[in-house]
């Protein structure tokens, strides 16, 4: 592993380096939010000062709409051409936070399973993943409780904030490589020091909020319980806490009427809805609104568990920043966990 | 001082006793530090999870529509005025529910506070117009909703029981961003709410939490055919917009709910006032703050001046 110091008026110098060889996606502030941004085309200045932002970077291998391919009306019928996909430069992420790396990998058994998602894996490919430490976890973080932390990734390089100086460690080759750069200074015992103290200090910030213990057999064991009705109550079934999850995937593929002819497109779709489900024949096995939520929480913490080896939360406390209800699913998988000792 | 939150939870203990209503809407917190979230109370030993602070934002107004049966429900004066739209609409009865107005001084709006008050909320304290944000005072109007600054019903117009000392409304003075928008030409509004347009990830909460989007069946989720597809290029989320508001122009309060549950935060008041000062001006109509009226558009006028209709 090299162990390397970035001046921290350096890094936009870097991005602009980095802006040669990749798509650079970064933190940048909009109306005083953060969002990540394609500094490509852009001249707006990269923050690092943030927690976590708005919206998770799960949008650069997995946009929101998509268009698969377009069709046309000719003379002699219809004419349909596969959508142009110019993949210029592999894209590389910045100061994306742990729990969003986290959630990639998610989204690489997700896509590359029985089905290989070219799409997905095509802007996948090559890229680069540069992850931020979490030097000041959020009062909704809690990643700890579910396996993960503020302060690791399966990143190529991770970052560590102390103040003038980033600290950065290269994970892997491509990482490394990237830490050639000139701007980077081997890092001395003083800042290793500072490194692990900033580690300890977020780690030591984090409490646990839920026992994961045998999550998915408990969850498993609360399908046909009474009390979905009463703690989804105050949902109203929008698609905030799914869009805005870094390891919601889902999505829907239809056509779109332009000019002329139409696109087929996939974009997210969320399990809040009831359109979800809606059968062809008017049925809809999740009419109810309670089995939606109920849904939400056995896809995270039941199903993926038992299908793919992950948990399908990774504790980024999104969910529960934006909800407009204040539904909070610490709140709710406590609810489900007490339930179950209750019964024994 | 008067404390609002007892009160409440005693009238709402003996309107449950009484079997005067068989649910009460109100908000509540598990735990005394965290913010307060819609709550229905079906138990006299329930109540007690009842609180009314300066942090009850949400309009409760759209649950009753959720409920059946005598409804009991907490309302600021904001609030109320959707209560009054549905019954209007005859979504509601009036002798159905039981309304519990609240004379709403403000309330505060968590993003203005630093960290979103995270760490200070608990320890944040009001007196008149100063707010006491962990040991920083801080004057109420830097920290309260927009909306709040200028309300012009802070009293309930309608309600069963009154809490808490008379509101006096409050000045108006958000005509501004209204009118630097109406003096931008068409271009420039176009690129104004384009570039808010491109950041709506069209996750319906601006509908769902809406009191007056309450259709079984909305356009905006129709499949066959997708008359508004679900694609974020931009004209489709101009028109998911133009949609969602043009079905609420006539009937839509202020109560402001469809920016606060925006994740985005678009500046979706704007359009709303726009709305409501067109609403005023083309047919002096003010929604929701009469039982009697009906709804300006579902009225027809045989002598209406405008000769298009006839
Ligand atoms: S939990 Fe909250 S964000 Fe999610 S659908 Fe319900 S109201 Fe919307
Ligand atoms: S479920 Fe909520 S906390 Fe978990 S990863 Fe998704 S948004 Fe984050
Ligand atoms: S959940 Fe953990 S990794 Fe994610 S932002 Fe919070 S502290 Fe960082
Ligand atoms: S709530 Fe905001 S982001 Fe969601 S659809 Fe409405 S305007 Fe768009
Ligand atoms: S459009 Fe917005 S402000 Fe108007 S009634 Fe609906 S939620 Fe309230």
């Known amino acids: 592993m090299t162990e390397k110091v970035i001046s921290r008026e350096k890094i936009q110098d870097l991005l602009k380096k980095l802006g040669e060889s990749y798509n650079v996606f970064a933190p940048v502030q909009d109306e005083g939010k953060v969002l990540f941004m394609s500094l490509e085309n852009s001249s707006r200045d990269v923050v690092l000062e943030f927690k976590n932002a708005l919206k998770p970077p799960k949008e650069v291998f997995f946009p929101q709409t998509d268009i698969l391919f377009t069709f046309m009306k000719t003379t002699d019928g219809v004419r349909s051409e596969d959508a142009q996909r110019k993949k210029s430069k592999p894209n590389l992420i910045f100061a994306i936070r742990p729990c969003d790396v986290q959630a990639l990998q998610l989204f690489d058994k997700v896509f590359s399973g029985d089905y290989q998602d070219s799409l997905y894996l095509e802007r996948r490919e090559d890229s680069i993943i540069i992850s931020m430490v979490c030097s000041e976890p959020q009062e909704t973080c809690f990643c700890t409780s579910v396996g993960g932390s503020p302060v690791t990734a399966e990143a190529d390089i991770i970052l560590t904030d102390l103040g003038d100086q980033i600290f950065a460690s290269g994970l892997t080759e491509s990482g490394e490589k990237i830490l050639e750069d000139r701007n980077f200074k081997t890092a001395t015992r003083e800042f290793m020091d500072k490194k692990k103290e900033a580690h300890s200090r977020a780690e030591g910030s984090m409490k646990e909020v839920f026992n994961m213990n045998k999550i998915s057999e408990i969850i498993g064991k609360s399908f046909e319980k009474p009390f979905w009705n009463d703690i989804s109550r105050r949902c109203i079934n929008c698609y905030t806490c799914t869009f805005l999850c870094p390891t919601c ?96 | 001082m008067i404390n609002i939150q007892d009160e409440l939870r005693a009238k709402a203990k003996e309107l ?131 909306k709040c600054l200028t309300c012009k019903y802070p009293s309930p117009i309608e309600a069963d029981f009154r809490f808490g000392e008379e509101v006096k409304a409050r000045k108006e003075n958000e005509g501004d961003s209204v009118s630097k928008l109406e003096s931008m030409n068409i271009e420039e509004r176009l690129k104004y709410w384009d570039a808010r347009f491109e950041k709506c990830i069209r996750c ?107």
Not at chain 2, 244 to 259: I, N, Y
Request: proline fraction near 4%; charge should be positive.
């Open chain 2, 204 to 310: 319906t909460a601006c509908r769902e939490i809406c009191p007056f989007c309450y259709c079984e069946r909305c356009i905006l989720d129709e499949t066959i055919p997708a008359w508004v597809s679900r694609s974020t290029d931009l004209s489709d989320t101009r028109l998911f917009h133009m949609i969602r508001f043009l079905h609420v122009a006539g009937r839509c309060v202020d109560c402001g709910e469809c920016e606060r549950a925006c994740p985005m935060e678009l500046p979706l008041r704007k359009i709303v006032k726009m709305i409501e000062k067109d609403i005023k001006e083309m047919f002096d109509f003010e929604p929701g703050t009469s039982l009697e009226d009906i709804p300006v558009l579902a009225q027809y006028n045989i002598e209406d001046r405008e000769d298009f209709i006839r």
């Open chain 2, 16 to 146: 449950l006793k009484k079997k005067k209503v068989n649910v009460l809407i109100g908000y509540g917190s598990l735990n005394e530090n965290d913010l307060p979230k819609p709550i229905f109370i079906r138990e006299e030993k329930d109540v007690d999870m009842l609180v009314w602070n300066p942090f009850c934002i949400n309009n409760l107004g759209k649950y009753l529509l959720k409920e059946r049966g005598k409804i009991g429900i907490v309302a600021k004066g904001c609030d109320v005025r959707s209560i009054i739209g549905l019954i209007q609409e005859h979504k509601i009865k009036r002798e159905n529910i039981v309304i519990l107005g609240i004379r709403c001084p403000g309330i505060i709006d968590i993003r203005k506070l630093p960290d979103k008050g995270n760490a200070t909320r608990l320890h944040m304290e009001r007196k008149n117009n100063v707010v006491m944000v962990g040991g920083k005072k801080m004057q109420f109007e830097e920290v309260c909703y927009d």
């Open chain 1, 249 to 344: 995937h889902c999505f829907d593929i239809t056509d779109v009427k332009r000019k002329g002819g139409g696109e087929r497109i996939k974009t997210w779709d969320s399990c809040m809805s009831p359109l979800f489900t809606l059968h062809a024949s008017g049925h809809n096995p999740r009419g109810e609104e309670y089995s939606r939520w109920r849904q939400r929480l056995f896809h995270k913490f039941k199903y993926l568990p038992d299908n793919l080896g992950l948990l399908g939360c990774v504790g980024c406390g999104r969910c529960l920043d934006t909800c407009p209800t204040g539904m909070d699913i610490r709140e709710i998988l406590n609810i489900v966990i007490s339930e179950d000792k209750t019964k024994e």
